[in-house]
C-alpha cells in the first residue's frame, strides 16, 4: 500500500468513525458493531468495485507468485536428483 493509498484509507476510517458519533455519541462497547459496520461499509462504498478487484488480484499474485516459485525450485531439485540416480544407474 503507498502513501496515498493509506492516507485515503485513514480518512475513509476516519468517516465512517465520524458518522457513527453523529448517529449515536461517543463510541462504548456496546457501540462497537454499529461502528465497525459503519467504518466497513465506507470503506467499501469508497472504492470502486473494479479497484476492489484489483486490491484482490494483485494480492493474490503476489500469493501465488510466490507458492509458484518455491514449486519449480522443489521441482527443479528433484529432477537433478532424478538425473543423478539415473546417472548412477548407468554408471
Known sequence: MNDK????????????LRDTIAAHGPITNELIGSATK????AVLGSF??????????RRLREKYEAENA???????????AMRKLVKRRDA
Open 5 to 16: 493509498e493509506y492516507d485515503r484509507l485513514l480518512r475513509i476510517i476516519g468517516g465512517g
Open 38 to 41: 459503519r467504518v466497513l461499509h
Open 48 to 57: 470502486a468495485e473494479e479497484e476492489l478487484k484489483q486490491i484482490t488480484v
Open 70 to 80: 518455491r514449486l519449480v525450485k522443489r521441482n527443479q531439485r528433484l529432477h537433478d
